[in-house]
């Protein structure tokens, strides 16, 4: 009696936590692992590269200092992104969000003539209304008339980019910056308060671990949040049950973009005091925030840990740039290789494997 050995592909119910976490790690494991071919392609061991990578974005002070520094925008766009994912709504305009909340926030500060203390206070709303707004026409024309969200924003963003160019080559560009493209600086009483020594401006850092588990309990217990899964996981049951795809779009959107506004004018008024260069603000935060959230599987509280993860990674571009004269390029080669392995893995996550053993 000869045996063979076979498979079965069968849809899985509802994919466990356990499950999630390892298909997630594999998929990052097979990152890593096609990361290394292009710093062996370009000469460089890939054990001695991630090395170098782990000991200069942890393995010192200053290196843990920026790590997080730079987790700090995308944990608060990332969040905001993981409430647009659950509604199906694929916001990939953050960038240009967190871009018009630098502006919004900029503006207050240089000239609304409002007194040192509420000056800060304004900024945080002025920057979270500048990418609310700028999060909300797309959702609007989504639901309106039907365009495709992922198309409109996306051009948003070099809506933006070239707005802010605009105005720091034109009307708000500095009389005491001598020819260069930025604003004058802030007064004092805008600029965040940072931890001694670091560039950590910890009113920002808090605010993201709190919306974080804000937004985590609105999903889970409130009936906005019910709305808003109900939405994405069966638009049919939603509409059948009365829900409003018009408020719910709003609300995450509100929320989204809200979010990464906030993540602008913490960078402006924590690092740079002042508005300059699109690329100078943002390092392309909202871009790597999609991963953040993505990596997250859309769970707030899990994007604290994935956004620390990229954090790591940023870092570690000026590790390689610095010690083993490789491009800062690699980084967004690395960050596409997480993205297309997370995707890949989602089939994972809808279906299993078995393997049977026929006589």
């Not at 240009?96 to 000239?111: H, P, T, W």
């Not at 070099?158 to 802010?164: D, E, K, S």
């Amino acid at each position: 009696m000869k045996s063979r050995v076979g498979f079965k592909v069968e849809r899985r119910p509802i994919a466990s936590g356990r499950v999630v976490l390892f298909v997630s790690l594999l998929a990052i494991l097979a990152a890593f692992v096609v990361a290394g071919i292009f710093f062996q392609i370009y000469g460089v061991s890939a054990i001695r590269a991630y090395q170098l990578i782990l000991r200069g974005s942890l393995g010192s002070r200053f290196g843990l200092t920026e790590t997080v520094r730079r987790a700090i925008p995308l944990l608060l766009c990332g969040v905001g992104l993981t409430i647009a994912f659950r509604a199906l709504f694929w916001n990939i305009g953050a960038e240009g969000q967190l871009l018009m909340g630098a502006v919004a926030a900029a503006g207050i500060a240089l000239f609304s003539g409002l007194p040192g203390p509420l000056l800060l206070p304004a900024m945080f709303i002025g920057g979270f209304i500048g990418g609310a707004a700028w999060g909300l026409i797309p959702a609007i024309l989504k639901v309106m008339l039907g365009l495709n969200d992922v198309i409109t924003t996306l051009m948003m963003n070099y809506i933006a980019i070239y707005f802010v160019e605009w105005l720091i080559h034109g009307p708000w560009k500095g009389p005491s910056v001598r020819g260069f493209a930025y604003t004058d600086t802030f007064p004092r009483a805008a600029w965040l308060p940072t931890i001694y020594g670091t560039r950590i401006h910890w009113p920002t850092l808090v605010l993201g671990l709190v919306l974080a588990v804000v937004m985590y309990i609105m999903v889970t217990r409130t009936r906005s949040g019910f709305e808003i899964r109900v939405i994405g996981e069966n638009p049919d049951a939603a509409r059948f049950a009365g829900i409003s795809q018009l408020k719910t779009t709003l609300i995450v959107m509100l929320i989204s973009g809200g979010f990464a506004g906030l993540a602008g004018m913490g960078e402006i008024a924590g690092i740079h005091l002042r508005l300059l260069g699109p690329t100078h603000i943002s390092m392309g935060y909202g871009y790597t925030a999609i991963i953040v959230a993505w990596l997250a599987r859309r769970n707030p509280l899990a994007v604290i840990v994935t956004s620390l993860l990229f954090g790591v990674i940023m870092t570690g571009g000026d590790v390689i740039k610095v010690s083993l004269g490789l491009p800062f390029q690699l980084i967004n080669v690395f960050n596409g290789l997480i993205l297309f392995f997370l995707i890949g893995s989602e089939i994972l996550l809808r279906y299993r494997i078995s393997f049977l053993l026929r006589r």
